[in-house]
Nanobody
């Protein structure tokens, strides 16, 4: 079983930047894609970005395209989410997860990390 741990969240002013990290341990899952999702209070978990295991292909939600960048350090088995030009509507708990398919649906991902809180003040 793979374990995922997110870190890097925090409080930032609108227009600021943060970099989230997702560290993996446990069972090897070299064939998986990795994804970032977020969930704001009272809302469903939504797709943010995903990347293939090799790091060669990435895909973004329209709401973050051009502002967020997903990347992978294969040697460190770590996935990153660099976030620029943050907006108050980006405030949420951010989660990473693995998937055996290239999907944007939360149900196609798992296991999940515990999440890291990102709060963007206006």
């Amino acid at each position: 079983q793979v374990q995922l741990v997110e870190s890097g969240g925090g409080l930032v002013q609108a227009g600021g930047s943060l970099r989230l990290s997702c560290s993996a341990s446990g069972r090897t899952f070299s064939s998986y894609a990795m994804g970032w999702f977020r969930q704001a209070p009272g809302k469903e978990r939504e797709f943010v970005a995903r990347i293939t295991w090799s790091g060669g292909f990435s895909y973004y939600a329209d709401s973050v395209k051009g502002r967020f960048t997903i990347s992978r350090d294969i040697a460190k088995i770590t996935t990153y989410l660099q976030m620029y030009s943050l907006k108050p509507e980006d405030t949420a708990v951010y989660y990473c997860a693995a998937s055996g398919v290239h999907s944007t649906r939360p149900n196609d991902f798992g296991p999940w990390g515990q999440g890291t809180q990102v709060t963007v003040s206006s």
